[in-house]
Every structure is written in structure tokens, then in C-alpha cells.
């Protein structure tokens, strides 16, 4: 199946500002985030939340107050220059009292992978917020592994009507985040990555169009973008999942110069690192179509 199925709208491109030439090309890791969305007010059972995280985890401890779930991990150590302690994930309660979901506009913008979520969303009026804490200086395959691992455990118990991924910018099906997570961990950046599709010309007679990659950022990783004119969306979505997938698993190891095979077997695509031409402002591989 397409990863698109239609372009009803597409967003348009606003470049960003130029930074100075001395920033590193690279970026840094950032805090992982889901919010779990709820039509209904969700039944937070503690004694439940810990025994399903314990099915993910050998060794947990906890700290449970009112409104912060902590769990720490021993087993994913964080050096400190004078100490070590463990890497933690949380749940963040809002007061029980009060109902609203705040979703920022981006949000609704890139959800082609899924019909309804705008809907489901939408009709949502309780939330929690899932993170990690303290664990951005692990290797980012066992962060991400970490990070993910609670958050279906989460998903599991809470059963939310939609998720929102703070780094993919989309919202997620929690059905299709445990069911891939649990059966198919090879689609590891589901959660957490997303292609987006922009409209990069004013002149409606000249289509030009930008894709890219939003989420690797997170993880201390480049995204990708791509402009062209001629290329099949779909064919362009999913040549970007590719880079997205060789750079999870090979890490930042793409310099200016190098190149990427293309649409074609044996097409060299030419590889630039810059910042984003859209936000939020990152470090991307410009792939250069020959």
C-alpha cells in the first residue's frame, strides 16, 4: 500500500534562516516524548503500570507520586562526572479534575499513515505525557529500545484512543505501535520518525516539491530532504524510510560528497549536510537527485 494515498493539501515550504558556518553539522540528542490521548478518562492503576513494565524490565525501582510516575532502570547506567545513576522514563499526570488535550498545529499536518487520526484525535479530551529522563547519553539504538519498550507497556495498560509522537510530529494508531513493536522490531523508527511532504513552489504551473525525514533528530541522528520536480511521491517516501533505516543503523557516517543510490539501481544521488529548509531547524542530509 502507498504511504500516501492522496495529496489533498500540501504545506508550503518557508526556508530558514542561514546559521553561521561555525555551528557543528550535527545534531544533538533530545527528550523523547509521547502523549498518550484519551476520549474517556483513563484509569491509571499504578500496581498495573509497574507489573507491565516489569514483563519489559528485570530490574525496575519507582517513585509514584500524585501527578509523576518514575520508573528507573539500573540495568541502563548514566555516567555523571561525579556520579552514576540510572536512566529513568515517566508519566506525567495532568490535574484528574481538569479535561483538554493541547496539540500543536503540526500535528495534524503529516498523519498520511493513518485516515481517521485527525478525527480520533480531535474528539480526545484527557491526556498523559510519556518520557525518557537522564538517558540521552546512552547508545541510541538501547535508548530507543528503552524508550519504546515502556511506552507500549504504557499503551498496554492505559489503552488510549491515539498517540501523539512529539519527535515524528504525527499521530500514531496505539494499536499499530504495540502490534509492529511486538512482532516486527525491525520497523523500530515508527514511533518515533515520520516523511513529510511539502509544496516548494509558488508557481502553480512548476510543480517542485520537498520531502523529508523528521524524528532522527532526536536521536542525535541527521534527517533527510529531498527537492524534485519529475519523482512519484510515493517512490520518494519510501526511498527516504530507506535512508532513514541506513542511518539508524549505521549511525552519523554520511559526509558532504557522498552518495546515496536513487530511484534507478546504480544512480548516485549526491549527499550535503545543511540545516533544514523547514522547521523544526535541524541538521539534514540534502540528497541532490542526479
Known sequence: ????????????????????????????????????????????????????????FANIDHSFSESTLIFSFPDYPIELADATIPAQCTIMIPDPDKSGVELPDAAFQQNWHWAEANQVAKNCIYEILVTDFMSRTLPYKERLSLFIDFLVAVIRVTQPNAVYSSSAQKILNPVNITGIWETDKIQTLHVICNVRLYNASQDTNHKKLLMD??????IGLPDFQIRFSEADENEIANLLWT?????????????????????????????EKQFSLVAPERIVVNVTPD
Not at 525525514?213 to 532526536?218: M, N, R, S
Not at 535512508?243 to 549526491?270: C, H, P, Q, R
Open 1 to 56: 500500500m502507498s504511504l500516501f494515498n492522496l495529496f489533498k493539501k500540501k504545506n508550503t515550504v518557508v526556508e530558514n534562516d542561514q546559521v553561521t558556518e561555525n555551528d557543528p553539522l550535527e545534531n544533538y540528542p533530545e527528550l523523547l516524548s509521547a502523549k498518550l490521548l484519551f476520549l474517556n478518562k483513563p484509569n491509571l492503576d499504578r500496581n498495573q503500570l509497574l507489573a507491565e513494565v516489569k514483563k519489559h
Open 213 to 218: 525525514t523528521i524524528g532522527l533528530h532526536t
Open 243 to 271: 535512508y532513514a533505516y541506513y542511518a539508524y543503523e549505521f549511525g552519523d557516517v554520511i559526509a558532504d560528497g557522498n552518495t546515496l543510490e536513487g530511484l534507478k539501481a546504480g544512480s548516485k544521488w549526491k549527499c
